[in-house]
């Protein structure tokens, strides 16, 4: 499913990836990347269920909560994004990639300190 979806060819990949979601429903990286195709495709709504399908599938991973986290900054749902990549942390307070998103907002927000540049303090 990757390689279609490497040659531009989203359609092959979405389709390629329901089978594979039909077979393992909740095939982390297949929830995953089929929000991540919606996405690219401008279906924004549809790649929600499989971000929280992902988190129910697994609900102590981290980086799922954080990637959802960082899927819905970027659709402009802020306060969102924001409380799940913080329940990221709650899970693994050492997840760099929760904590370089959170400041990001806080960076762009205007709200950055020098301890939530340097990734050190967050909250």
Not at 1 to 24: H, I, N, Q, Y
Not at 67 to 86: C, K, N, P, T, V
Request: net charge positive.
């Amino acid at each position: 499913f990757t390689k279609p979806w490497r040659d531009g060819r989203l359609g092959a990949a979405r389709e390629s990836l329901e089978r594979l979601l039909s077979v393992v429903p909740n095939h982390p990286k297949g929830l995953y990347l089929m929000g991540q195709i919606c996405r690219t495709m401008n279906m924004d709504a549809y790649a929600i269920p499989y971000f929280e399908r992902g988190i129910k599938a697994s609900p102590m991973r981290a980086f799922t909560r954080a990637q959802y986290g960082r899927f819905l900054l970027d659709i402009g749902q802020s306060s969102a994004g924001r409380a799940m990549l913080e329940e990221a942390l709650k899970i693994d307070p050492d997840l760099i990639a929760a904590r370089a998103w959170l400041a990001s907002i806080k960076a762009s927000l205007g709200a950055a300190s020098p301890d939530t540049a340097s990734g050190e303090s967050v909250h």
